[in-house]
T-cell receptor, first 109, second 112 residues
């Protein structure tokens, strides 16, 4: 039982480059979430998806897009990366409790 | 904005009980209180949750005041491995889904 799997674990981007962070869960949960965590701070909600085909903005959505093509997968896309997006990104899926992935450490230079 | 308030840091001696307080004065009647912890930079780990009644599991106990405006997470016998950041979260329910909005948490340091 893998739970929530994120790829990649580490990534370095140059300013202006684009990339997609992948997240998959095998628990058949409807709700999935993307958070970012900056050093010394708590997690901030970027986007969430209540079910397949639906997405909604969280606290800090600017600069990001998401896609929920099926129940299992929820991806986060940075179209034009900026240094301010250097952070650790966590994906989660929720039913009664939230299950988090191991995180993606992204550095934008 | 986060709906909870926690002290930024606490210390606890190994083997003693760690009592972590949380204020959630604007909580609504159907909103649950959740506790998670984060060790180093790993993904947050679920600890316990509750609505009105006190709850206990193998990891911790959760005491919620009668007016539900505050709660306390109790680690009965803290170990060095309990050193982590502990987040008290109110699960916000909207028309189609629930959200977990994190605050800044309490950094618990367990010392020998």
């Amino acid at each position: 039982n893998a739970g929530v799997t994120q790829t990649p674990k580490f990534q370095v981007l140059k300013t202006g480059q684009s990339m997609t962070l992948q997240c998959a869960q095998d628990m058949n949960h409807n709700s999935m979430y993307w958070y970012r965590q900056d050093p010394g701070m708590g997690l901030r909600l970027i986007y969430y998806s209540a079910s397949e085909g639906t997405t909604d903005k969280g606290e800090v959505p600017n600069g990001y897009n998401v896609s929920r093509l099926n129940k299992r997968e929820f991806s986060l896309r940075l179209e034009s990366a900026a240094p301010s997006q250097t952070s650790v990104y966590f994906c989660a899926s929720i039913r009664t409790q939230a299950f988090f992935g191991q995180g993606t450490r992204l550095t934008v230079v | 904005d986060a709906k909870t308030t926690q002290p930024p840091s606490m210390d606890c001696a190994e083997g003693r009980a760690a009592n972590l307080p949380c204020n959630h004065s604007t909580i609504s009647g159907n909103e649950y209180v959740y506790w998670y912890r984060q060790i180093h930079s790993q993904g947050p780990q679920y600890i316990i949750h509750g609505l009105k009644n006190n709850e206990t599991n193998e990891m911790a106990s959760l005491i919620i005041t009668e007016d539900r405006k505050s709660s306390t997470l109790i680690l009965p016998h803290a170990t060095l491995r309990d050193t982590a950041v502990y987040y008290c979260i109110v699960r916000v329910s909207s028309y189609n889904t629930d959200k977990l909005i994190f605050g800044t948490g309490t950094r618990l340091q367990v010392f020998p």
